[in-house]
């Protein structure tokens, strides 16, 4: 099957600890992304990657940090500088042509402690 | 890229036709008009895109009016698991998505 996973599905951290989330796609896409969602609110986008070795700030970008070694792997490290870490974390990727549609993994839960 | 703006919620009887609104007075002519719908604790869902024309799928219709202003997603006969909430979003790169906070459909048996 092809599709995204982000594993693991609920993960618990104690504060003041990083945490990496993993995204995985075996879409051939070029483009990830990475979107924090809070509750009754819509995904605001963290980070996204067009082409492995490069990636781009989104809107809420600080406390956060990402890599793109591989094409398939985008794992997203909630560290210790992100304030209010407890959401619903959501991984997409896409084809890296205009107009071409996101397709969204599971998501992870997050819960700080 | 052009925010939108949609109704917090709404609801349709099961077997009805759901018309869900969404305004984008700020478009811009190169900027496309996406749907997507989330039901609870899920993942975003793809159901349907498109620039001026209108477009069908297997999963709904897109109505955008000739001024571009405003769209119109259409489930044809919504089921109970057509109930989620619905994101209306407009983009130039289709890759720089804006989530508002949608319009939360509830499909009535």
């Known amino acids: 099957d092809g599709g995204i996973t982000q594993s693991p599905k609920y993960l618990f951290r104690k504060e003041g600890q990083n945490v990496t989330l993993s995204c995985e796609q075996n879409?051939?896409?070029?483009?990830m992304y990475w979107y924090r969602q809070d509750p009754g609110q819509g995904l605001r986008l963290i980070y996204y990657?067009?082409?492995?070795?490069?990636?781009q700030k989104g809107d809420i970008a600080e406390g956060y940090s990402v890599s793109r070694e591989k094409k398939e792997s985008f794992p997203l490290t909630v560290t210790s500088a992100q304030k209010n870490p407890t959401a619903f974390y959501l991984c997409?990727?896409?084809?890296?042509?205009?107009?071409?549609?996101?397709?969204f993994g599971p998501g992870t839960r997050l819960l700080v402690l | 890229d052009a925010k939108t703006t949609q109704p917090p919620s709404m609801d349709c009887a099961e077997g009805r036709a759901a018309n869900l609104p969404c305004n984008h007075s700020t478009i811009s002519g190169n900027e496309y008009v996406y749907w997507y719908r989330q039901i609870h604790s899920q993942g975003p869902q793809y159901i349907i895109h498109?620039?001026?024309n209108n477009e069908t799928n297997e999963m709904a219709s897109l109505i955008i009016t000739e001024d571009r202003k405003s769209s119109t997603l259409i489930l044809p006969h919504a089921t109970l698991r057509d109930t989620a909430v619905y994101y209306c979003?407009?983009?130039?790169?289709?890759?720089?998505?804006?989530f508002g906070t949608g319009t939360s459909l509830t499909v009535i048996p």
């Open positions: 879409l051939n896409h070029d483009a």
């Open positions: 997409a990727s896409s084809p890296a042509r205009r107009a071409e549609t996101q397709y």
């Open positions: 498109g620039l001026k």
């Open positions: 990657s067009q082409i492995v070795n490069d990636f």
């Open positions: 979003i407009v983009t130039y790169t289709g890759n720089q998505f804006y």
